[in-house]
């Protein structure tokens, strides 16, 4: 249920750190402009490279802090909740790497998504850390929870706090394909077959419905900084958790409406 404190922000600021040409985050700001007109959306480079270069020469030294700390974030088994470990000095300078060089992707490893979040809450500046400003930040990183019912960690495409993080590895990997598929796969069917067969039924790597597809994700992060309740029930509403790729179709790119009668009636009064 939608609550009656809206937290509406000035400024909206989304992290372009999705690193595939599928995303257009200018698609994005025009989108976010007219659902909230009166806010301010901008978008900025990798969220860690933007605030390390707002820094004084003397403070960069703290990029060896922040590897060790992402470095520190790696989930090393899934089925472990304990990530607390030195990392070693090659895990540091992996993320050194990527952290120097915008065009380096990452390769796969699955981060703790709020040690991630804690360490991004420790850069934002004061001025900036407050309900008036909300950040998105795109990561091509694969982030992970912790999951006490089965005792696992779970990939995700978003987690949403201050900041929410948004991984477009994640939308691939996460939301779990149709049952057939995995059914087929372990039958020994070849993979790249097995994706023209369930063509439409699951988002793949550099999807060109990608950006249509994140656009309800921003969404979700707006309702989790407006409100604190960022999800509905309706599998047509953008706001739907969903866990099923075709869930994700449904809710995000098939669906006749975009939000549900309640939360689009939250919007125009939120906006007016």
Avoid at 2 to 9: A, C, D, F, G, N
Avoid at 102 to 116: C, E, M, N, Q, V
Avoid at 234 to 239: A, E, F, S, T
Wanted: aromatic share 12%; hydrophobic share 40%.
């Amino acid at each position: 249920m939608v609550q009656s404190s809206i937290r509406l922000p000035s400024f909206i600021y989304l992290y372009d750190g999705g690193k595939t040409k599928s995303l257009n985050l200018k698609e994005i700001v025009t989108y976010l402009k007219k659902k909230l007109a009166k806010t301010k959306v901008a978008i900025r480079e990798d969220f860690i490279p933007f605030f390390l270069n707002k820094l004084p020469a003397e403070e960069k030294k703290i990029l060896e802090t922040i590897a060790i700390e992402l470095a520190s974030s790696k989930v090393r088994s899934i089925s472990n909740k304990d990530i607390t470990f030195k990392p070693l000095p090659a895990e540091v300078n992996y993320e050194k790497r990527r952290l120097i060089d915008p065009r380096h992707k990452a390769t796969g490893i699955l981060y703790d998504s709020f040690r991630l979040i804690s360490l991004f809450t420790k850069l934002i500046p004061k001025d900036e850390s407050n309900f008036d400003h909300c950040h998105i930040i795109f990561t091509n990183q694969l982030f992970g929870t912790w999951s006490e019912s089965d005792l696992r960690y779970h990939a995700r495409v978003a987690v949403l706090g201050f900041p929410s993080i948004i991984s477009t590895i994640g939308i691939v990997e996460a939301p779990a394909k149709p049952r057939e598929f995995y059914i087929k796969r372990q039958m020994g069917q070849n993979l790249f077959i097995l994706k023209k067969e369930f063509k439409g039924r699951f988002i793949d790597d550099d999807d060109p419905q990608l950006t249509e597809v994140m656009k309800g994700y921003c969404m979700q992060a707006l309702f989790f900084h407006m409100t604190g309740d960022p999800f509905c029930k309706d599998k047509n509403c953008r706001l739907y958790n969903a866990h099923w790729q075709e869930e994700v179709i449904q809710a995000q790119l098939k669906s006749e409406y975009e939000f549900c009668n309640l939360h689009e009636e939250f919007l125009t009064k939120a906006t007016k």
